[in-house]
């Protein structure tokens, strides 16, 4: 398998604008998680899904930010609009169901930098 | 809500040495414990997991970790580092919505020669 898979690997972008990360679980996969990893906050969660509905999305900063999961192949992180706080390590997970749901697969991540 | 300490930010040990690296958690029932390690520029990719039964945990790349009830501590343990072994690590426990992780500051495993 290739593993959980996100796009793009690296996006600089300008304040205001928006932003899409990407990100194609492990095939088979019930659950999709996006975390961000910043020096100040470290690993947090923003959001996951369970077969494509959202489970928990309290960790989503604020109205900015929203994400999908159309089908089980795929999820987006959209930013609208971008600011300069938004710069992180944006981290897209899969696990399988049951018990095997806690063990979950990492993206390589997207670094983002709002400038 | 359920918590994992890392006390240390840093640590640096020589190949060939032993290696500790400290957890500890804040919950009142068993707890689901995990490690984690991060190489540079990398996801993460999970060492090993604690659910239940035996305290002593294999995990792969030779480590393994000890569950301590009485101490509320999941400690992370090689016998021997390999230069390899320098990372960031992270120790997790799932939080209160089900099945996301809430993950320690990690630690920064420095190995010398």
């Known amino acids: 398998d290739a593993g959980v898979i996100q796009s793009p690997r690296h996006e600089v972008t300008e304040m205001g604008q928006e932003v899409t990360l990407r990100c194609k679980p492990i095939s088979g996969h019930d659950y999709l998680f996006w975390y961000r990893q910043t020096m100040m906050r470290g690993l947090e969660l923003l959001i996951y899904?369970?077969?494509?509905?959202?489970?928990?999305d309290s960790g989503m900063p604020e109205d900015r930010f929203s994400a999908k999961m159309p089908n089980a192949s795929f999820s987006t992180l959209k930013i609208q609009p971008s600011e300069p706080r938004d710069s992180a390590v944006y981290f897209c997970?899969?696990?399988?169901?049951?018990?095997?749901?806690?063990?979950?697969?990492f993206g390589p991540g997207t670094r983002l930098t709002v400038t | 809500a359920q918590s994992v300490t890392q006390p240390d930010i840093h640590i640096t040990v020589s190949e060939g040495a032993s290696l500790e690296l400290r957890c500890n958690y804040s919950?009142?029932?068993?707890?689901?414990l995990f490690w984690y390690v991060q190489s540079p520029g990398q996801g993460l990719q999970l060492l090993l997991k604690y659910f239940s039964g035996d305290t002593l945990v294999q995990g792969i790349k030779g480590f393994e970790a000890e569950f301590k009830r009485s101490q509320s501590s999941f400690n992370l343990r090689k016998p021997s580092v390999h230069w390899s072994d320098a990372a960031e690590y992270f120790c997790a426990v799932v939080g209160d919505s089900g099945y996301a992780l809430n993950f320690g500051k990690g630690t920064s495993l420095l190995v010398t020669p």
């Open positions: 919950y009142g029932a068993t707890p689901y």
């Open positions: 997970a899969s696990s399988a169901s049951g018990e095997r749901a806690y063990e979950q697969y």
């Open positions: 899904f369970n077969n494509n509905v959202p489970i928990d």
